[in-house]
């Protein structure tokens, strides 16, 4: 019914998104023109009626009808809150008898002048649309024996159930009272626990529960009366992760902290990895590939900031420990508009906020690592919290070396310290700010000094090795509400990343030669020859970078969302390498026996010298609409990129890069049987990105304005979800994409030297589904199975190689990947965790027989120094041979330690990590001695992982 404009003020749904959330919630009812329902909530104007004026004390509660219809129509609306809700009252409206209005998953009550207290309607909401903020900590021993109590929260003055009420038990779980206010617990049976219950706008209410009595009623009082307000229901906006089906899959801090949270190096990407559409890497390569796309472009987003280089260990491991993120979203569908500068995969993590009430401490100590983080309240409007992380892999190397020799020669333990700042502050109802910042560095050194004798090989080898490597960035945002309808966000921030190299070698050798070889070159053969070769590398890297951009959201009746906003991103790149390399080629103009081919080899030296800048600019404009009950929605995106390129001397001018995307979601079903709802989403769009390698681009390459191009993807997917009862849901998603102007590049000899040859026209066909069955968080188990298919072939056109295939399987490609999280949990205090993962081999090439050829040594100024035997392999390209499959195994038990009485919660662990390393499959082509032809055991498989299981027990401590 709709409402005269005389008993309802002008509606302002209070819209507090941040502008990289996606549009959720519903649409605005037309049913009732003065209630608004924004993406994050309900606003209704309640004015006091004229005709209330001398009424006497009792007869207040017989208002006009109509007043009251407005109030039905919030009560309608707030079972279509998608999401925790919360109840705010702001702005004053005025008049003789002022309204106290305040609303709750039970209904929406009214106290009017003289204390007058009625029920408007009574509503059924949903749990997950229930009131709920969190409250805890009633902690305590598990014990051998526990029985289950139900407990009953009610309003003390109306004795009304309140829904959605949340329990923190003894033992740290939390519980959900249902639509009676009732809940069942489990507790100990031999002593006396206490439990903590909170419901927003109650004060929070402690409940001991004695040993053995089995029900229980708490009664929760109102926390205060705010009158003369407007009434505003605001759902809490979703973190910047969430799963949508067609564009992106989210962990929350719950599974950050069971699958990430293990083992002798904590990671996000840990979990990442477990997703679909995640190709396997091994354990030490954070740089998995995403649905077919090369590893190193999935690009990181830290609260709407790009990071250039988020690794530590050359991209070993993340620099997002799980401590420091709330939640994090992989997007590889066709995300939205707001984000670009990939054509594989977008990972958008969200740090953690400190409490703006409670001080809070974490303290982790393990067998390689210990974590602090202190949370500290700023007048309860905001908070500072900074997190430190320290590693030490001295035992562990220590352990490890009678066993693995690549381990043996280590000096320096592979370190990693870094330090994180999180802060925000609302500084009025209408405008936060926030603070991140970020500063670490990682290394290690190692040295090799070695000889042998075996088969007639004298070998002296002498390796230094030292890797140094920095990294920090500080990102600033402040958001804003000019209109309740509208927010507008500007973040702004630096960040550099350095690495300095230092890598030498020398290697002294004796050869004899075989009585083969002497037969058919003894003429042209010295007695007896010695070779030395030196060879080193020496690199300073720095990158620096600066981004700004502005996004404004508006949110406009009839469920559209307008969206807009602008970026500028630049980076300066500066290099400095020196390398001192050996190159073999084959000598044409020289051959002592007709028929026979004659290598040379000879010192080259590499110089690179990088004063190169980038300035990327990007603007994007976003539609969405949300139909009523979420039946439809639409989401139609443009996004445009533009890259102008500065060297010393030098500039190149680039086309931008349009791309637009579109997504399509229909809610097919909802509530029917088993089926809690069943969604379809089709999507399309165009991404782009830049190579990295481009920033060594010199004067001298050859690339004229235009010529460099942007890499391109098109990619389409059509997706369905499916929510069952009790926490099921299954998610299938088939995609389709083409890679175009991709750009790559070889070395090719110029004289003496290696230059790099770049090129811009490489493409790539790519398709496959994923799915993942998940069952959501529950008592006793909880976790899910992901699979994915991929078929991806890439061409190079232009390739200098002859012998390169036309169309070729990259090497880091596998058809299948199978994980298995299993999160198990007997009893309270005793959790397993498991993460099993299969993937299918990895191409490998087709090996020849082992031959020896003669080679020329030439000394550094031209002029020949002796003639050497040395052996090769022929290899040839295969569509079809694969190395063996991969078999992770992780496992981690946590032991839990809980004070009933007070806030402290601790969990002492062990983990087992690549537990069936000693399982042997089908590895790849084994490596020979190319001084001896001598064939090695062992596989050249290209892995970080190390060949033993790896254990690990640790201790955390909470407060």
Known sequence: MGLPQRWGREVRPCYRPTPTSGSRGPALLSAYPNVGVARSGVAIGLPKPPTTRGMAPRQAQYLPSMKYEILRAAAALLPLLPHHTTVRLIRGIGGPSPLLLWAKPGGLFMQEPFGIVKKVEKIRTLTRSCVAILLLLVIGLIPLSARDIEITVEDADLALPLEGARIRSWDGQEYTCDEEGKVRIPVPDDRQVVLQVTYPGYENSRLLIPPGENRFTLLLHLSGILENQELVIEASRPGVSETRSGRSVAISDQDLSRTAEIGIIEDVMTSIKLLPGVGYAGMFNAMPSIRG????????????????????????????????????????????????????????????????????????????????????????????????????????????????????????????????????????????????????????????????????????????????????FLIMGLTLNPLPSMVLKATAGGGFHSADLDARMQNDVQVPYSPGFQDRFGPFLQPSY???????????????????????????????????????????????????????????????????????????????????????????????????????????????????????????????????????????????????????????????????????????????????????????????????????????????????????????????????????????????????????????????????FNHARYRNPSRSDPDEPDWYYPSFHRFHNLNIVLNLKPVQSFHIAIRF????????????????????????????????????????????????????????????????????????????????????????????????GQEDEGSTAASYQLPIPMLSVGFKWTY
Request: net charge negative.
């Open 530 to 788: 010695d070779l030395t070769n030196t060879m080193g590398d020496r690199m300073k890297e720095l990158t620096i970078n600066y981004q700004g951009r502005l996004d404004v959201d508006w949110e406009a009746p009839q469920g559209f969302l307008f969206a807009a906003g602008v970026q500028e991103l630049y980076s300066q790149w500066i290099e400095e390498e020196q390398a001192q390399l050996w190159q073999e080629t084959l000598d044409t103009e020289k051959s002592l026996i007709e028929g026979t081919p004659w290598y040379t080899h000879y010192p080259v030296t590499f110089s690179n010298d990088v004063r190169n800048s980038g300035f990327f600019s990007s603007l994007y404009t976003l539609m969405e609409y949300t139909g009523p009950e979420g039946r439809f929605g639409a989401e139609l995106g443009l996004r445009l990129d533009h890259l102008y390129f500065v060297g010393k001397d030098f500039s190149i001018q680039t086309l931008p890069a349009l791309n637009p995307r579109l997504n399509l979601d229909f809610g097919i079903l909802k509530n029917k049987g088993p089926l809690d709802g069943l969604s379809l989403t089709v999507g399309t769009g165009l991404f782009s990105s830049m190579n990295t390698n481009l920033i060594y681009i010199g004067k001298d390459s050859g690339i004229d304005d235009f010529a460099m191009k942007q890499s391109r993807s098109w990619t389409s997917i059509v997706g369905t979800k499916m929510d069952f009862s009790y926490g099921y849901s299954l998610t299938i998603e088939t995609y389709i994409k083409g890679v175009f102007d991709r750009s790559y590049l070889s070395l090719v000899t110029q004289g003496d030297a290696l230059v790099p040859d770049y090129r811009f026209d490489g493409e790539g066909r790519i398709w496959g589904f994923d799915l993942m069955l998940q069952k959501l968080e529950a008592r006793y188990w909880d976790g899910w199975i992901s699979y994915s």
């Open 837 to 932: 993962g299969l993937a299918s081999g990895a191409p490998k090439s087709v090996a020849g027989a082992i031959t020896s050829y003669p080679v020329s040594v030439l000394n550094a100024d031209g002029t020949e120094e002796s003639v050497i035997e040395k052996w090769k392999r022929s290899s040839r390209y295969s569509d079809t041979e694969r190395d063996g499959f991969a078999l992770p195994l992780d496992i981690k038990c946590s032991f839990f330690r809980f004070n009933p009485y007070g806030k402290v919660q601790s969990e002492i662990y062990v983990a087992v990590e690549n537990t069936l390393a000693f399982l042997k499959t089908r590895q790849r082509n084994t490596t020979f001695n190319s001084y001896t």
């Open 293 to 472: 796309g090369t590893p190193g472009d999935l690009t990181a987003v830290l609260d709407g900031f790009y990071i250039e280089q988020p690794y530590h260990w050359g991209g070993g491991v993340s620099i997002f420990d799980p401590r420091m993120v709330q939640s994090a979203q992989l997007s590889h569908g066709v995300f939205s508009s707001r984000y670009g500068h990939t054509i594989s995969g977008l990972l958008e993590v969200t740090s953690k906020q400190p409490s703006a009430t409670e001080t809070e401490l974490e303290l982790g100590l393990s067998s390689s690592a210990a974590n602090l983080n202190l949370s500290v309240p700023l007048w309860g409007k905001g908070g500072v919290m900074v997190m430190g992380k320290l590693t030490y892999w001295d035992p562990f190397v220590w352990a490890v070396k009678p066993f693995v020799e690549e381990v043996r020669y280590i000096t320096t333990a592979p370190y990693i310290r870094s330090g994180a700042l999180s802060a925000h502050y609302r500084f009025t109802p209408d405008m936060e700010g926030t603070l991140n910042g970020f500063v670490g560095g990682d290394g290690m050194e190692a040295y090799y000094q070695n000889e042998s004798e075996a088969a007639g090989l004298i070998s002296k080898n002498d390796m230094r090795f030292s890797w140094d490597n920095k990294l920090g």
